[in-house]
Nanobody, 124 residues
Framework: QVQLAESGGGLVQAGGSLRLSCAVS????????MGWFRQAPGKEREFVAA????????YYADSVKGRFTITRDNAKNSVSLQMNSLKPEDTAVYYC?????????????????WGQGTQVTVSS
């Protein structure tokens, strides 16, 4: 059974930074892409960033490109999301997710295991 646990959310002022982390219990973690998604109140869950398995290629939503950075540590089975220059519109519950196959994909259905989510609130 694969388990994911996010941490690092909180309240920050606009322009500030937060770092989210996700610990993953999966023996074959290194082979799978990992993604971050977010869901704001009343809105659908949306893609934020993804990172491929062994070569760590990164992909971002246009709304966070240049502000957010996704990284992974395969030795520690973890993935992180560094969020800088935060805006009030970044307020959401953030989820990490494990890819279903080795192909990086921005679609929700391409991920088979999800964390419980961590709240990020950006005040103006």
């Amino acid at each position: 059974q694969v388990q994911l646990a996010e941490s690092g959310g909180g309240l920050v002022q606009a322009g500030g930074s937060l770092r989210l982390s996700c610990a993953v219990s999966a023996r074959t973690f290194v082979y799978y892409p990992m993604g971050w998604f977010r869901q704001a109140p009343g809105k659908e869950r949306e893609f934020v960033a993804a990172i491929s398995g062994t070569n760590s290629n990164t992909y971002y939503a246009d709304s966070v490109k240049g502000r957010f950075t996704i990284t992974r540590d395969n030795a520690k089975n973890s993935v992180s999301l560094q969020m800088n220059s935060l805006k009030p519109e970044d307020t959401a519950v953030y989820y990490c997710a494990k890819g279903r196959t080795a192909e990086v994909d921005k679609r929700i259905r391409a991920y088979d295991y999800w964390g419980q989510g961590t709240q990020v609130t950006v005040s103006s």
